[in-house]
């Protein structure tokens, strides 16, 4: 039987490791492997980047009693590789670390974003490490008037295969009576969905200024295990500079986990939905 992986970028500093963390809470569930992805930028540094890496799984392998880690390093781009061997190899999700909206750190807010975005798979973005529960059980579910919303639909499905999950889903009140209607066809699309899978949800609806603080302040108030978004499509160079609402939640205060999905991701392989169930 084919077995996916889970993919975690790597490049030796502690919020990796608790990607890793992370990575090893869900592999128990998901029945995954693991791999640490390192990207160097040119061909000449990967042997002492492949020594580096072997070394660090050795310890890792030792600390968490013997689990099964293995190493990839590729040269190129750190904007292009991960998301291009995820495409390429059996990746489930992958789960990245981020030093947070600011700092020098090679993966703050807006270039997790920039890896992100383009992706085939999932990312959940970590800033801490795990809390000591091992279950996804509150997930927090910003809905807009996107029809890429089925999309995320899909993968609270996919995460409600293997935890006993509360999906809070965030509703804005838009003043604009055309985008009212079509948030409001997507809250009725989901309502009927989770209905029919039999999963707990709850709507909150919230003004539509400050959605980011808003959902991050919700999130933080329940207490939540992760929250679930799609990533804008078509997000040009602007974005990247003065912050799309996406990077925000990713780097959010609060330090909860952010699952990322693009609208272009293949959900096929993790089977689909449909109104009457099953």
């Not at 750190?78 to 700092?103: C, P, Q, R």
């Not at 990312?123 to 999309?151: A, C, H, M, T």
């Not at 965030?170 to 009212?180: I, R």
Request: glycine fraction near 6%.
């Amino acid at each position: 039987m084919r077995k996916d992986t889970i993919l975690v970028p790597w490049d030796f500093t502690e919020v990796t490791e608790n990607a890793l963390l992370h990575a090893l809470k869900l592999s128990t569930h998901l029945e995954n492997k693991i791999q640490l992805i390192h990207i160097v930028k040119n061909e000449k540094q990967q042997s002492e980047a492949e020594r580096r890496l072997k070394n660090d799984i050795e310890r890792l392998s030792a600390k968490h009693g013997g689990v099964s880690i293995e190493p990839v390093v590729r040269a190129g781009s750190l904007f292009h590789e991960i998301s291009n061997y995820a495409s390429d190899h059996n990746i489930s999700m992958v789960i990245m670390g981020t030093h947070g909206i600011k700092g020098v750190q090679k993966l703050t807010g807006s270039r997790a974003l920039k890896v992100i975005v383009g992706s085939k798979v999932p990312f959940i973005v970590v800033q801490g490490p795990p809390s000591k529960s091992e279950e996804f059980r509150d997930i927090v579910f910003p809905l807009d008037y996107r029809q890429e919303v089925k999309q995320k639909i899909n993968w609270a499905l996919f995460l409600a295969k293997y935890f006993d999950v509360n999906v809070h889903i965030m509703v804005p009140k838009s003043k604009d009576s055309g985008l009212q209607k079509k948030i409001k066809l997507n809250v009725n699309f989901a309502e009927r969905i989770f209905k029919n899978h039999n999963i707990n949800y709850n709507i909150q609806n919230i003004d539509s200024s400050g959605i980011g603080e808003k959902t991050i302040d919700y999130a933080k108030e329940i207490d939540a295990d992760l929250i679930l978004i799609m990533t804008t499509k078509n997000i040009d160079f602007t974005d990247y500079i003065l912050g799309a609402k996406e990077q925000y939640i990713i780097a959010n205060p609060a330090q909860i986990p952010v699952m990322c999905a693009n609208p272009r991701t293949d959900i096929t392989r993790f089977g689909s939905f449909s109104a009457t169930g099953g």
